[in-house]
């Protein structure tokens, strides 16, 4: 069976750019969540979101016939410029066809749907709710060229050009587990000899006039405004809602003998994946929690490993009424006594939710856990809720000796992606 490694990684998120910025926001426990200032939400009953700040871009090196779409489209700017870390990291400025033919690089990567744009979209928020109707009419309304925004594949196009790949080039779009099925999918890819180097990961934003207000439309979003970066509280008893965030993970991963041949940085071992579907509704998980159970239990199959063997878990973790105790008791059916023993949790209290990055950077944030030996925090944990509870490692990071993760997202329409990821052995 071949294995698969993990050589490279970028990622741009809210609580920083680069490995190093992401790493050490980790360490601090630091929130990037703050008052939305791309556009103006002051209309909104939610005005607050994890914003990706400080993203500088030599306009020079933007791959024509892209670079006017990237520098329109926030997301696909996110997902090029995290690429280009990763591939750094993996080849260290060598392009990555003197150590494979083209036809051996693939690209699987997520992003959202959204392609749509409305101008003034806050015109049709009053007091706190949406006029609905009149907003699809808009939509319905306004000519093609008006509603287009940016095709969604665009930047993974541009990835896939830049890297010279002529394998498989692929796109997923299946909402907040698009990021963990990405991985998931490149993981098969290369065990099963379609591919000899994958880039994977996602990019995601939908911290945009209209995101927001289909979010909020389905009251899916906390409107603690005042709290702030203490507003996304996953497992918590006063949770009201998830928090919007944007950025984008991207990893270079590598079949194991390949890797070795060309003496690349081995970063992490990929050892199992599972996915599933709750075919229940679009917004609620299933109450029987058995397909997200079955999702890990899958990839925990896949890598040959039992649920004791886990060091950590990088929960979906929403701050959601019912996804918090659902993931809960399906960590529960899945790892038996060994639940209580397995710390938990979740990376959006500090990030918000980054829709179809979510589980590309949560994937990132496991990696952390394992090469810096420290659990990542729930922040703003601080009321037990008896629905939740298990080890969130709540409020402050915490050493460990993590030596496995697993790494989980659950997503809209009953989607669920599991990865296990471990040392390279």
Known sequence: MRRVVVTGLGVVSPLGIGRQRFFSGLHEARSGIDDIRSFDASAFPTRIAGEVKGLEVNEARLPEPFAAGLRRDRKSLFGWVAAQQALADAFGGEPAQRFYAPRRISVLMSTGLEIFHLGDIGRHVREGRIDAPALLAEVQEAPLHARLQIPSDLGIRAIARSVGARGLVSGYVSACAAGTQAIGEA??????????????????????????????????????????????????????????????????????????????????????YGASMDAYR??????????????????????????????????????????????????????????????????????????????AVEFIAGLFALLEGVLPATVNLEEADPECDLDYVPGRPRQADVRVFLSNSFGFGGQNASVVAGRFR
Request: proline share 5%; glycine share 12%; charged share 20%.
């Open 282 to 359: 679009v917004t609620d998980p299933a109450p029987d929690h058995a397909a997200s159970a079955r999702a890990m239990a899958m990839a925990l199959s896949r890598a040959g490993l039992s649920p004791s063997e886990v060091g950590y878990i990088n929960a979906h973790g929403t701050g959601t009424r019912k996804n918090d105790p659902s993931e809960t008791q399906a960590i529960r059916a899945v790892f038996g006594a060994a639940a209580d023993k397995t710390p938990v949790s979740s990376t959006k209290s500090q990030m918000g939710h980054l829709i179809g990055a979510a589980g």
């Open 187 to 272: 993981w098969h890819a290369i065990r099963d000899g379609a591919a000899d180097v994958v880039v994977t990961g996602g990019y995601d934003s939908m911290v945009n006039p209209l995101g927001l207000a289909g979010f909020c439309l389905l009251e899916a979003l906390s409107r603690s405004n005042a709290l702030k970066g203490a507003a996304s509280r996953p497992f918590d008893a006063r949770r009201d809602g998830f928090v919007l965030g944007e950025g984008s993970g991207v990893l270079v991963l590598e079949e194991l003998q390949a890797a070795r041949r060309r003496g690349a940085p081995v970063l992490a071992e990929v050892l199992g």
